[in-house]
């Protein structure tokens, strides 16, 4: 099992950036595929970025392609989520969560076993 703790949620201007982390408990890291989900109020829970467990395959959700950057430093226990030309709509509670298996479906909340505890980001106009 493993637990991830997401950081760098905020408040921030239409325009601007922030880094999002998310920190795991095992130094078995590397094992993991990584995923960045987010849930905005009344919407379900959607799919941002994902990354395996290598790092050498990344994928994102349309909207944010060209503007966020999935990461991940495995020596650190890390992954990460640089979001650049924030929109309001990116406005939600992000969540970080990791896989063990080898299932391909990057894109499908029920690949992910464990997830963190979320993080807001506000993003006003």
Known sequence: QVQLVESGGGLVQAGGSLRLSCVASRRTFIRYDMGWFRQAPGKEREFVAAITKSGGGTYYTDSVKGRFTISRDNAKNEAYLQMNSLKPEDTAVYYCAAD??????????????????????????
């Open 100 to 125: 063990p298996n080898f299932s391909t479906n990057y894109y499908q909340a029920n690949k992910y076993a464990y997830w963190g505890q979320g993080t807001q980001v506000t993003v006003s106009s």
